[in-house]
């Protein structure tokens, strides 16, 4: 059983919310005004009545709060922020610049910032609660380790210890993960050392935690056997069907945005950033062309790929729009059926699109999701993909 008492003070500040529109009353429910008088004489002789009109105005309070603020306590647009730094590489090199980044801007209240970084070299994995302007290093030992103080990113038992432990220190409303590194594609990310997370040991990393963000600050992670395999565990995913520069995303511009936004507004707003930043020539965009969507899940767009592979239809190999990666093609260059463009539409929230006057790549076209295309034989591991297997797309290189 709890106690409640309704305050003037609480009365007060139900008001002020309701007059500047922070709840949503219905509006059969409009409140007029909030006035109880209770003297000792009336107490006594009718208490039931009493506190029949407290717990009537308590469970109205509670209900026109509950907009604001959920069954936990939290806010509803509170964040916890995950980033999975994969360093042990040849980016090892720019793993500080982007924590002083992400340091700068800090965890504040209704954001809570934790990495797990790697860089090469031994004993240098690192767990960190970010605070203003300060990395707050936690007990390494919370994550599985291959060796002492030495994680290995490539390995799925990693990946699910950081969220964990991520998600059971610091709960919130909303929820994002961040893979940072290097991309290969429907192969995977996170490489430690040449090995990389696969797109199976993404899956049991996951489970079936429901995250509201996945997001790849890695290269060629913007292909749809990544969105077929990742679509059940997340709301939105981030991510772009080309190379990425090495500077990665501006973390201190997109970090300071994220708190009290929806995770639509907050995906929205990773993309803008990451193309403004490279288009107003605040970072080096490296003579690169710059793309990168925010991608709906469970839309419906591989079921669609399905049915129209299933029809045996014409799959049109001829002029395939490809960036770097020459294995793979962009998803509406090569499957132009009226149904799946529809669904791919639906998919792709938005897309942030700058070509480079100093690249070679044209990106305005791009769709915003990538589909395996190899220009050599089909590598022997793609027909084990979720992709492949469901839709039946090796079969178009066998």
């Not at 959920?70 to 042990?88: E, F, K, P, R």
């Not at 700068?104 to 209240?109: H, I, L, M, P, T």
């Not at 305005?364 to 469901?390: H, Q, R, V």
Request: net charge negative; charged share 25%.
């Amino acid at each position: 059983m709890i106690g409640l008492q309704v305050t003037p003070t609480c009365i007060l500040e139900l008001k002020r919310r309701v007059r500047i529109g922070w709840c949503c009353i219905p509006q059969c429910l409009k409140i007029r005004k909030l006035n109880i008088r209770i003297n000792a004489k009336y107490a006594q002789r009718d208490a039931n009545t009493v506190r029949w009109k407290i717990f009537a105005i308590t469970v109205l309070g509670i209900s026109a709060l509950s907009g604001c603020i959920n069954q936990s306590g939290l806010n509803d647009n509170d964040w916890t922020i995950m980033i999975y730094m994969a360093g042990d590489n040849s980016l090892s090199d720019v793993v500080d610049g982007n924590l002083e980044e992400i340091s700068n801007a800090g965890s504040s209240e209704g954001l809570k910032i934790v990495v797990l970084s790697d860089k090469a070299g031994e004993g240098d994995s690192h767990l960190y609660y970010v605070g203003k302007k300060q990395l707050i290093e936690q007990p390494i030992s919370s994550i599985w380790l291959k060796r002492p103080d030495e994680v290995y990113t490539g390995r799925h038992e990693t990946l699910q210890s950081f969220i964990d432990w991520g998600m059971g220190n610091y709960s919130s409303s909303h929820y994002m993960l961040i893979m940072w590194g290097h991309g290969a594609g429907w192969k995977g990310a996170a490489e430690d050392k040449g090995d990389v997370l696969n797109l199976t040991e993404m899956r049991l990393a996951l489970g079936d935690r429901k995250l509201d963000i996945i997001a790849f600050d890695a290269c060629y992670m913007g292909t749809v056997e990544i969105y077929h395999t990742l679509e059940q565990n997340a709301g939105y995913i981030i991510a772009s069907e080309k190379k990425m520069p090495r500077a990665g995303w501006p973390y201190e511009k997109i970090l300071g945005h994220v708190k009290g936004h929806s995770p639509l507004e907050v995906g929205k707003m990773i993309v803008d950033r990451y193309v403004e930043a490279y288009e107003g020539g605040k970072k080096d965009s490296e003579s690169l062309s710059i793309e990168l969507a925010l991608l709906k899940t469970k839309t419906g767009l591989c079921s669609k790929v399905k049915e129209f592979l299933d029809g045996t239809p014409p799959v049109d190999f001829s002029s395939p729009m490809k960036f770097e990666d020459e294995d793979s093609a962009d998803l509406s260059s090569v499957i132009q059926d009226l149904n799946v463009t529809k669904e791919l539409n639906r998919t792709v929230v938005k897309i942030g699109r700058w070509s480079n006057s100093n690249s070679t790549f044209e990106v305005s076209n791009a769709s915003g999701l990538a589909i395996y295309c190899p220009k050599k034989p089909m590598d022997e591991a793609y027909p084990e993909t979720g992709f492949a297997t469901y839709t039946g797309w090796d079969r178009f290189f066998r």
